[in-house]
């Protein structure tokens, strides 16, 4: 109402229970979206699996000390934790709740595009079926539908922890349909509204999915007739010891919620601020606009909820065990955040039904490179422009930034500990992380758009200099020390890598031979197929492909020279002749690609109307050169480095040998000359 959305057209009304119901169903699909997320985080994450919690042999949890499970956690005999299980009810609800609301928009976004009431004609339903599957909203809320009432079904199903997990990265990825759609989709920078609106999504489902999911579970935390108290009855407790086992479970649970709830907020706020900048083209706008308004109401609204959640971390979780007041105080507060939640929630459907001050429609006499990219023509590239020319992709400067924090984090944990962590491991990491952003977001991904020689770079950066400092960086061994085990039956970061390292799929692609098939093969599989295409037109396309070469080249890097656990390791010499093999394939590809007169996506490269450079054919073939050159050097470090291990490797042995030897005064050399001697006893003996 105050921006005008649900007023009464002029022309093509669609009439009032399209315009007030769309708004309401959305509101409905974003909350029930974000309970969904929110009751599976808490169901893989947060709270314990079961309410006994068994011993391996070794003493600990569920995930013993090398990350194997003792047991199912649904073996028979074994009770799920009360928490457990009515977050995973709270999930199910909600995506059956999302499923629906999405059904809903789909319907009523169709009506309101088109500007017609509901009808049940055959016009109408034909329209309708046209509008799924030929335009790009239409097929983007189809999605939606088919992946909720896959997560939905899943949850009726899963109960392993795995499965779970999973089925929760599925729900995640059906925001991204809702990311490519509305205004975000059609501004002037497409991407970086897109990543910054997905990364928004993200933060905020967490974030409100997990309110909304600790108001679920109030009593049974707070120890309730289902809750702790039974539990603590059931181990023999009595309701004394049940009460005291309530408290500690509802600290422990808020405390890992709030560190969720830390990193939602400044994603949250982040991503909304490089959102409405990209939205807005005049800061005033921010002021003058009804939409820059509801922009700094929903800003308002969500320091007030970072406010309430610095209360909860510093002043009411320590205090849980004193008393009932405290416990009261608590719940109070996450009854008022889940209010002012939901506000904030109606001012985000507002804001997606609300134009922003910027045209969100192409102009007519948009450039050819506009049409296939989404960006203008960047000017000619120079050798100075490979400094200069810079476009955020802030999904991976999030995935950077993420990285730097928690990395240094690890970092300062464990030197409290007393514990100590190499400095050229970390300054590997930071540096890798500094190239990762430089490819995604610098001159190779500004121009790699633009030609294929300047796309190579980006490409065989990814695979092979990025991955060289990351791997060094052994981040996994970082954090399997600085994670603390849990001893409640849940499975925290710690655990989960441990089961990842452990897992089928991980003995799969970290199989040497798997990972320099994968390395070598993808190339071709790649470039001579329609992929090539479609990341080169598509921004799912194009983050797919960011992501695929960068966990490929990681991976292979990682079974050549990282340190961090793997299930299988080959030894050094076989490793060198898995090297040696992918050079001699990135030198036949790159040699193809120099003498080729076959331009790849001509219909892409051959019309982007460049007025500057080569040729198309031309700079492909310069592509080549680079496919071959970059291939290669990276390649011979990683070779050097494998050597460098096998000296240090065959040192250490001679080492230990020498130390063995010390200890038992040579008793492995005397016995083996004693062998040679008795043996030249024989021989004389049978001469004579």
């Known amino acids: ?166 089925t929760g990265i599925l729900a995640v990825i059906g925001l991204v349909p809702m990311a490519l759609i509305g205004h975000s989709a059609s501004s002037s920078d497409h991407e970086g509204a897109v990543n910054s609106l997905f990364l928004h999504l993200v933060g905020a489902s967490l974030w409100v999915g997990g309110i909304a999911v600790l108001a679920v579970l109030g009593r049974t935390l707070a120890g309730g007739p289902d809750g702790g108290d039974r539990a603590g009855a059931a181990d023999g407790g009595g309701r004394g010891r049940g009460v005291v086992r309530a408290a500690d479970a509802t600290e422990a649970t808020l405390r890992r919620f709030s560190a969720l709830a830390l990193f939602a907020f400044l994603l949250v706020v982040a991503s909304g601020v490089i959102n409405a900048l990209i939205r807005l083209p005049h800061l005033g706008d921010l002021f003058t606009s009804a939409y820059g308004q509801l922009i700094l109401a929903k800003t308002t609204l969500a320091v007030v909820l970072g406010g309430i959640g610095f209360m909860h971390r510093q002043w009411v979780i320590p205090q849980l065990g004193r008393g009932a007041s405290a416990r009261r105080v608590l719940w109070q507060l996450i009854g008022v955040e889940a209010v002012v939640m939901g506000v904030v929630s109606g001012l985000a459907v507002a804001l997606s039904r609300s134009a922003p001050p910027e045209p969100t429609t192409y102009a007519p006499d948009a450039s050819p490179a506009f049409l296939l990219t989404g960006y203008e023509l960047p000017p000619e590239l120079t050798a100075s422009r490979w400094l200069t020319e810079w476009r955020a992709d802030w999904l991976w400067v999030a995935v950077a930034v993420f990285g730097a924090v928690t990395y240094a984090l690890g970092m300062l944990k464990v030197a409290r500990r007393g514990d100590s962590w190499h400095w050229g491991r970390a300054v590997s990491w930071f540096a890798g992380l500094i190239v990762l952003t430089y490819i995604t977001s610098g001159p190779p991904a500004v121009y790699g758009r633009v030609l294929f020689s300047a796309h190579m770079v980006d490409h065989m950066m990814l695979m092979m200099v990025a991955p060289i400092f990351l791997v060094l960086g052994s981040p996994v061994t970082l954090a399997l020390k600085a994670l603390t085990p849990r001893r409640d039956g849940s499975r925290g970061l710690r655990e989960w890598l441990l089961v990842f390292v452990h897992s089928k799929w991980s003995q799969l692609v970290t199989h040497p031979l798997f990972a320099a098939a994968n390395f070598a093969g993808s190339i071709i599989l790649f470039y001579y197929s329609d992929l090539f295409g479609y990341a080169m037109r598509d921004h799912v396309g194009h983050e797919l492909m960011n992501l695929h070469f960068t966990l490929t080249g990681y991976i292979f890097v990682l079974t050549m020279i990282g340190s961090d656990p793997l299930p299988r390791r080959f030894p050094y010499p076989m490793r060198l002749v898995l090297l040696l093999a992918t050079m001699a394939f990135h030198a036949f590809f790159g040699v193809t690609l120099m003498g080729s007169n076959v331009l790849l996506e001509p219909g892409f490269f051959g019309n982007l109307g460049r007025p500057w450079g080569a040729s198309a054919i031309v700079d492909q073939q310069t592509g080549g050169g680079v496919a071959w050159g970059i291939g290669e050097i990276p390649t011979l470090v990683v070779a050097i480095g494998v050597a460098v291990m096998w000296s240090k490797s065959d040192a250490r042995e001679t080492r230990r040998r020498d130390r063995a030897a010390d200890r038992n005064h040579d008793a492995d050399l005397d016995a083996y000359n004693a062998m040679f001697t008795r043996l030249q006893e024989r021989d004389e003996a049978q001469g004579h």
């Open 1 to 166: 109402m105050f921006s005008g959305a649900a007023a009464a057209r002029q022309v093509l009304d669609p009439g009032a229970l399209v315009r007030w119901g769309l708004p309401v169903a959305t509101t409905v699909l974003n909350l029930s979206l974000a309970l969904t997320i929110g009751g599976i985080t808490f169901a893989v994450g947060i709270l314990p699996h079961t309410a006994r919690p068994r011993r391996s042999h070794g003493g600990t949890d569920d995930a013993g000390p090398t990350g194997r499970a003792a047991g199912p956690p649904d073996a028979p005999g074994v009770d799920e934790h009360p928490a457990f299980s009515r977050a995973l009810r709270a999930a199910t609800g909600g995506a059956v709740a999302w499923t629906l609301s999405a059904i809903a928009v789909l319907i009523l976004t169709h009506s309101d595009l088109v500007g017609q009431p509901l009808s049940g004609s055959s016009d109408y339903t034909n329209q309708l079926v046209y509008f799924m599957t030929n335009l790009d909203v239409g097929r983007a809320w189809l999605v939606t539908v088919i992946i909720a009432a896959v997560v939905a079904t899943l949850l009726f199903a899963v109960r392993s922890l795995t499965g779970l997990a999973l």
